[in-house]
Each structure stands twice: as structure tokens, then as C-alpha cells.
């Protein structure tokens, strides 16, 4: 079970992981400043099993595989957002940093509920408000991708049965 | 002529009559069958999704019986509408580097690439990943690219360091396409005048600008590290087909000194961050066949503002001007079918489009300079993947002349290549802008993204020819970032406060 950190739409990189940061790539080093434009609070507050809820377009602007790789470090268990980028979204996935995409979900939860999330069938339980929610399926192929551990890990075996 | 108006399509046992009203003739399908029938007609495309189970190799083989007859029966009206239309530039690029004779929207596919992209912030990253996969060479050595343009030259330690990464590994697999500080310019500027991105191709880069490469009508979107670090290795990617949405500008005529950057501008606070979330942009009409490739560059370069995958234009005898002094390896160039299918089509006149601002935090908070008159900044950028071409520090210089910046604005101008502030120095726009007070800076992203070189102190306003204003995007989280146009920038720079460039120059 974890507590839910809320944001609203358009949630850039930027927020995410500012480029300041960015001269250097350790995870632990941009965990400690993941969403610090966006929440100075988070970073300092954030523990393992919490939950990132945004709205539309999450993850928009660079695509600075920064931001998926902070939030994973920073013990993120999963984010639960209306949309995503394109580019986070598949950066997300390929580093194997649970996302969901649940509309209702967004709606039906608010910052500091206690939520628990099923990742293999997607199903949200807001345990504060006692509300269920279904995340929508991944498409055939992402889910592949997901059951292989990531881009890596998939390219490595096909490359081995090639 | 449909060739579809005389099937008899039904579904396992089932017969569903569908009407007309949803663009299709087809009136009846029968899943198993739909291949078959396609494929007997010669005039049409093969079916794309793999849902389809088309019998040619392909990353996924779903089951057919997989997905319920009601989903089937919607995937089926929608793409049977689309196999009796034509492709898009988009469609026919992916195809062609799939291998295949055609794709439709929401087909996944793995394809071929042309170019591989990362630089100093992406590219150790990708490395690291590289290193994961046992594999000690890349793809082509040709064809792997390393910029390092964000922190170069290095902005301190760490960065240096995240530099070494990227430089030994260019060096450990003899990669052709690597510049060092110096030779190196800002790679969305760099790789179209080094003639390495050429129309029809297919390229991959860790960096969200990549789109860029759209306006010579090349596929071209960004991708994170791994991805980056797979395509390195094998020199392939997968691809979830987009849908297309075309921008059609009519007219050749446009207001003055409005350019490519207050077209792409205008359609974002048309439709939003994320109004092109996943598709190919398409820009086309005569408007932007009149526009020269730094402009048309521009305008591919903010499609991800919009949340497009590929922002693309396709080549005409500009494109090919452009193209033909500096390619060193073969090209084609690919069109849209007259039928192709859009998912929208939005069309404006050329002559209302007005100078944009871009107010923040995102760049879909535009409005018209005028509206935006008055403000006062305190610093100025001209330059950036965006804005960092001939043309641009032309317009910039052209205003700046015989003038002084404002006392009270720092204004820095940041070339995108090499080439490209040579040339400004030769014609004289660099002493212009240096006597009117500017500081003229070497090839970097430096203050685009907050990076160095120009960092905002709390509470101060910058405006930039840059492409992004979010929060803390040029410094620090309570500094502002306006987007517009190099001439805006450059009138408002020696105004000291938001201008119409006609204010500041005599005969504007």
C-alpha cells in the first residue's frame, strides 16, 4: 500500500528532473531532486510503495529517460496518470517503471490517499475512499515488452535467436 | 473504384450489416477472410495489423481468435476504410524500412534505420544500456551519431566527466559522425547541414528535438537512452505506426517578420501540448512551400511541443537545393498519395497568422505580440535548435543594426553551428550584434534548458527563440520564459520590454 503524491496535466520532464541536474546520471542523485519544481516537498517525503497520480500528457517535453529513472529510484511503485507522453511512455516501460493509464482513477483520487495497485491486472484499490479502479490494458506487444523485463532484456534474446 | 463494393465480407458464422454512414462501403466482413479477399484484388493494400494474422514475419503474431468479434468488427470498420485510401509520407517511409508494402495507423512494426542520435546527456546513458547487451560494436559506424552539444563546452565536473563517457566511446567504436567542442554545433542544426539526414529516411534520436529532421522529409522522432542503446546495437527500432493529422497553410503571403516559429506557435495554441500526443504532424500547403528549409526546420523542431511523434514536410525543389550540396549517400524522396488518410485536417490562411508569444508554462499559451506588448524582461536569448540558424541571426542582426541592446537586458545569441557563426561573422551580423551590446556565445544548448550560460536569477523574465517554457526551464523555478520569433527577440531586446518588431525598426 502506498500514499498518493497528486499532480495535475501536462506534468513536464523538466518538473520531473530539472536539466540543472542533469550533468550527471546516477539514480540516487536525480531521485534526490525528482519533482522539485514541480513539489519541493517530495523528494525529501517520499518512501518506498508511494504513488505519483497525474492527469493528461504526463511526462511531456525532453525525452530525458531521467524522468522515469528518478521516480523509479526515488521508490515510486507505480504512476497512474490520464495519458502519457509518447516518449516517457515508452521510456518508462523500456527501464521497467510501472505506469498505468486510468482515467477514472486520476479523478477518483486525491493527494495522500492510501492506494494499493495490482500490476499485473491493473486493478486500483483507493483504500480511503474504498473505490476499485481497472487501468486500461497494455496493447499485445507493450506487454511483451514488459514480460521480458524491458527493451534490454528483449533485445538481448531476440538477439540470441536470431 | 472500390474495389470492396461487391465483397461479400461476413464474421465466423455471424453476418453483420454496417452501412455506409462510417465512410465505408464495406458492408459485410467475415474476419478470416479479409486477407484472402485483399489480397485478391490487386489494386489494394495488404492489411496491416497484426491482429489480422497476415502471414508475413512480424514482431508479434496475435492469434486472431485473441480478440472478441465485437472488437474485431470495430478494428475492421475502421481499418477497412483506411486500406481503400492511399499512404501518408509517414506510412510509406515506415513501410518502406519495415519491409513492407504498406502500413496503417496503430500497426506495430520494426523497421530499419538510417541514423542513430544521442548526445551528452543522453548518450552515457545509452552507453551504460549498450553495455548491458554483450555486444562489442555498433550497428554502423557511419551512422551512430554523438553530439555533445548540452553542457559542452563543459559546464563543470560532472559534465566533463558525462563528456568523457561519450568521447571514449566514440572513440572505443570508431564512430565517424562525433565532433568535439570547437568543430561540434547543436545537433538539430549540425547533422541537416553536415548532410547526414536526408528525405525518406528513418532516424532515431535521445533527444526530444529530433522531430526536426522532418522538415527534409525524413521520419525523425526522439526516443529516450535505451531505445537509443538498442538502435545503436542493431540498427533497428520498433514503431507503433501514427495516425496523421495534416496543417495545411493557404496562401504564400505571410504578415511581416511572422516565420516558421510563429506558424508551429499558432497550431500549439491551437491545439495544445498534447493535440498531435502520438501522431505525424503533416505541414503542407503553399505557405509552407514558401518558406525557406531554416524556417520549415523550425517548424518540424516544435512538433514534439505539441506531443507529435514526427513533424514532416515533404521535399520539393527547396528541400532539394537544401539536400543536394550536402548529401553524401543516396536519398528518396516519398510523397502523400492525394487519397491518403488523416486522422483531421486543420487549415489556415497564411496572411492571419500574427507574431506569437508564447507565455508560461507551456508553449500552447500563446497570443499575439501585440497582446503581449509592454512586458518588461530581463534577458534575451536568440539562438537554440529552434532559432540558432543563418536566417534567424540574419533577422536578429538586420534589426540589431546601428542599434544598442537595452541597458537593462543581457542579450545572448547562441549560432548553431560552426559553419553557421562563421558565415554570420563573414557577412558582419556578428559585429552588429556586438557593437549594438549582445553577447555572442559558441555552439551550446546551454540556456535553453537551464543547462548554463545564461541562467535566470528568481523572479526574472527572459524571452527566447528557444522552444520550451516550463517551470525552471532557463534557471530558477520562479523565473518566467516568453517564446517568439528571432525578430521579436531581437526588437524587444533593444526596446527592453515585449515589442512588435515595427516599433523598433523605421520601415518594419
Not at chain 1, 520531473?16 to 546516477?26: D, F, G, K, L, V
Not at chain 1, 542523485?29 to 510503495?49: I, S
Not at chain 1, 490494458?137 to 523485463?149: C, S, T, V
Request: charged share 25%; hydrophobic share 40%; with cysteine.
Amino acid at each position: 500500500m502506498g500514499k498518493v503524491w497528486k499532480y495535475g496535466h501536462d506534468i513536464d520532464t523538466d518538473a520531473i528532473i530539472p536539466a540543472r541536474y542533469m550533468n550527471r546520471s546516477e539514480p540516487e542523485h536525480l531521485a534526490a531532486h525528482c519533482m522539485e519544481d514541480a513539489d519541493v516537498t517530495f523528494a525529501q517525503e517520499v518512501k518506498a510503495g508511494d504513488v505519483i497520480v497525474g492527469g493528461k500528457n504526463f511526462g511531456c517535453g525532453s525525452s530525458r529517460e531521467h524522468a522515469p529513472i528518478a521516480i523509479k529510484a526515488a521508490g515510486v511503485k507505480v504512476v497512474i496518470a490520464e495519458s502519457y507522453a509518447r516518449i516517457f511512455y515508452r521510456n518508462a516501460l523500456n527501464i521497467g517503471m510501472p505506469i498505468l493509464e486510468c482515467p477514472e482513477a486520476v479523478v477518483g483520487t486525491e493527494a495522500g490517499d492510501e492506494v494499493e495497485v495490482d500490476l499485473k491486472s491493473g486493478k486500483i484499490d483507493n483504500k480511503t475512499k474504498k473505490t476499485t479502479f481497472q487501468a486500461k490494458p497494455f496493447p499485445p506487444f507493450m506487454q511483451e515488452l514488459i514480460d521480458a523485463g524491458g527493451l534490454i532484456p528483449y533485445v538481448k534474446e531476440k538477439k540470441k535467436n536470431a | 473504384m472500390n474495389p470492396f463494393g461487391k465483397a461479400d465480407f461476413g464474421f465466423g458464422h455471424e453476418k453483420e450489416e454496417i452501412g455506409t454512414k462510417h465512410g465505408s462501403r464495406i458492408t459485410r466482413f467475415r474476419a478470416f477472410s479479409v486477407i484472402e479477399i485483399l489480397k485478391q484484388s490487386g489494386n489494394v493494400r495488404q492489411i496491416g495489423p497484426p491482429e489480422f494474422c497476415d502471414q508475413r514475419p512480424r514482431m508479434v503474431q496475435a492469434n486472431p481468435c485473441a480478440i472478441s468479434p465485437g472488437e474485431c468488427r470495430e478494428a475492421i470498420r475502421e481499418k477497412g476504410r483506411l486500406l481503400l485510401m492511399g499512404m501518408t509520407i509517414s506510412e510509406k517511409i515506415l513501410a518502406a524500412h519495415a519491409g513492407l508494402d504498406s502500413v496503417v495507423p496503430g500497426e506495430i512494426i520494426n523497421a530499419k534505420l538510417d541514423l542513430v542520435l544521442a548526445n551528452d546527456v543522453t548518450g552515457p546513458v545509452a552507453i551504460q544500456e549498450f553495455g548491458k547487451l554483450g555486444i562489442d560494436q555498433v550497428y554502423d559506424k557511419e551512422r551512430v551519431t554523438l553530439v555533445p552539444d548540452h553542457f559542452t563546452p563543459n559546464k563543470d565536473i560532472a559534465s566533463a566527466e558525462q563528456s568523457k563517457i561519450l568521447r571514449d566511446f566514440a572513440k572505443k567504436m570508431g564512430i565517424k559522425n562525433y565532433w568535439d567542442v570547437g568543430r561540434v554545433g547543436i545537433e538539430h542544426c549540425l547533422l541537416p547541414e553536415q548532410g547526414l539526414v536526408l528525405p525518406g529516411d528513418l532516424i532515431i534520436g535521445a533527444d526530444s528535438h529530433t522531430c526536426t529532421y522532418g522538415a527534409l522529409g525524413a521520419f525523425a522522432t526522439g526516443v529516450g537512452s535505451t531505445d537509443c542503446a538498442a538502435g545503436m546495437a542493431t540498427g533497428e527500432a520498433w514503431f507503433r505506426v501514427p495516425e496523421s493529422l495534416k496543417f495545411v497553410f493557404h496562401g504564400s503571403k505571410f504578415q511581416p517578420w511572422v516565420g516558421g516559429k510563429d506558424l508551429i506557435l499558432y497550431i500549439i495554441g491551437k491545439i495544445g501540448v498534447d493535440g498531435a500526443r502520438y501522431k505525424a504532424m503533416e505541414f503542407t500547403g503553399d505557405g509552407i512551400r514558401s518558406l525557406s528549409m531554416d524556417n520549415r526546420l523550425t517548424i518540424s523542431n516544435m512538433a514534439i511541443e505539441a506531443g507529435a511523434k514526427a513533424g514532416i514536410i515533404e521535399p520539393d525543389e527547396i528541400t532539394l537545393a537544401y539536400v543536394k550540396a550536402r548529401a553524401k549517400r543516396d536519398y528518396k524522396v516519398y510523397k502523400s498519395d492525394p487519397d491518403a488518410s488523416y486522422e483531421k485536417i486543420y487549415e489556415f490562411n497564411s496572411e492571419d497568422i500574427p507574431l506569437q508569444v508564447a507565455f508560461p508554462h507551456l508553449p500552447e499559451n500563446t497570443k499575439s505580440v501585440d497582446e503581449a506588448s509592454g512586458l518588461k524582461i530581463d534577458q534575451v536569448v536568440i539562438g537554440s535548435c529552434t532559432n540558432g540558424r543563418l536566417e534567424d541571426l540574419e533577422i536578429a542582426a538586420k534589426i540589431l543594426k546601428g542599434k544598442k541592446i537595452h541597458p537593462e537586458i543581457r542579450c545572448l545569441v547562441f549560432p548553431g553551428t560552426q559553419d553557421i557563426l562563421l558565415e554570420a561573422m563573414r557577412r558582419g551580423w556578428i559585429e552588429t550584434m556586438i557593437q549594438a551590446g549582445a553577447a555572442v556565445s559558441t555552439p551550446t544548448c546551454g540556456p535553453c534548458l537551464g543547462g548554463h550560460m545564461g541562467i535566470l536569477a528568481k523572479g526574472e523574465r527572459a524571452l527566447s527563440t528557444t522552444n520550451r517554457n516550463f517551470v525552471g526551464r532557463m534557471g530558477h523555478p520562479q523565473s518566467e520564459v516568453y517564446l517568439c520569433n528571432p525578430a521579436v527577440a531581437a526588437a524587444s531586446a533593444v526596446r527592453g520590454e515585449i515589442v512588435h518588431p515595427r516599433e523598433v525598426v523605421n520601415n518594419g
